[in-house]
């Protein structure tokens, strides 16, 4: 005569079932963390197909050209650091002023950064940027740059047109855009 399996208890199914569901939502995290990695690993790990860094701007020195058309007026003192890569040109002010006028992109957003200030734009804008400290001010001359503040996952942004600026509040944050003087 066979013998039968006892039918399991109804705690014995219970458990069962949960570590069932508890393996398939491990699958389910570890799957999303591969498919996040591979979007965004390639990006943070790139190397930049041009970097420079633009020394100091002496007094009367011409705006300078960068590989891509645009160009970068630096007050004196003022050093930039340059990088582009694939889908992104960048450049760093550490303290000081610059005006930039960018050479439309449509593969690649041009991004000024300044302490924790971000100015980007796609459209060929003109815009100033200044730092001070934590204290930085973006002013548009002409076309749209959207300038966030902050920290990763802790970014505020606001979108500024021709004629318009923005600055950081002594308390953190973005100023209300304002129009500049004419």
């Known amino acids: 005569m066979p013998r039968h399996r006892p039918l399991p208890t109804y705690r014995a199914a219970y458990q069962e079932e949960q570590l069932r569901r508890r393996r398939a939502g491990r699958l389910g995290v570890a799957i999303m963390l591969v498919v996040l990695a ?23 020195q011409p705006a300078t050209i960068l590989p891509d058309g645009s160009q970068a007026a630096l007050e004196q003192g003022t050093v930039l650091d340059v990088e582009y890569y694939k889908h992104r040109r960048e450049v760093t002010m550490e303290d000081g002023a610059a005006e ?8 690649r957003a ?14 060929g804008a003109s815009f100033g ?17 959207e300038v966030s503040e902050g920290r990763r996952g802790m970014r505020r942004s606001v979108m500024v047109y021709a004629g318009q600026g923005v600055q950081t509040k002594p308390e953190g944050g973005l100023t209300r855009v304002f129009l500049l003087e004419q």
């Not at 591979?38 to 009367?60: D, F, G, K, Q, V």
């Not at 930039?100 to 593969?107: L, Q, V």
């Not at 041009?110 to 459209?123: H, L, Q, S, Y």
């Open 38 to 60: 591979a979007i965004t690993l390639p990006e943070l790990l790139a190397t930049p197909t041009y970097s420079a860094r633009l020394p100091a701007a002496t007094e009367n």
């Open 100 to 107: 930039f006028r960018i050479a439309k992109d449509a593969n």
């Open 110 to 123: 041009f991004v000024a950064k300044a302490f924790i200030v971000a100015a980007r734009t796609e459209d």
């Open 129 to 145: 940027m200044r730092r001070a400290g934590s204290a930085v001010r973006v002013e548009v001359r002409s076309g749209t740059v």
